[in-house]
């Protein structure tokens, strides 16, 4: 038995990242300017890369618990 990559699951990993470098770009472009703006745009950032973190997590475990089905 071949291991699977869930690759949607890895795309959208990729996604919530992409979101969360755009959310810190815009912190950082709105520091100086809106600091409130700034704080909600981390906030999301920081939401994003916690998804990104559950589903590499889930893919990480699925692999794990593939490549000790094969070795029983």
Do not use: G, R
């Amino acid at each position: 038995m071949t291991n699977q990559i869930d690759t949607n699951k890895l795309k959208q990993a990729e996604a919530a990242s992409s979101i969360a470098k755009d959310m810190i770009t815009s912190a950082i472009e709105q520091s100086a300017a809106n600091t409130t703006l700034a704080l909600e745009s981390l906030k999301q950032a920081s939401a994003e890369v916690a998804q990104a973190q559950t589903l590499i997590s889930q893919v990480q475990s699925q692999l794990q618990t593939q490549a000790s089905a094969t070795k029983e």
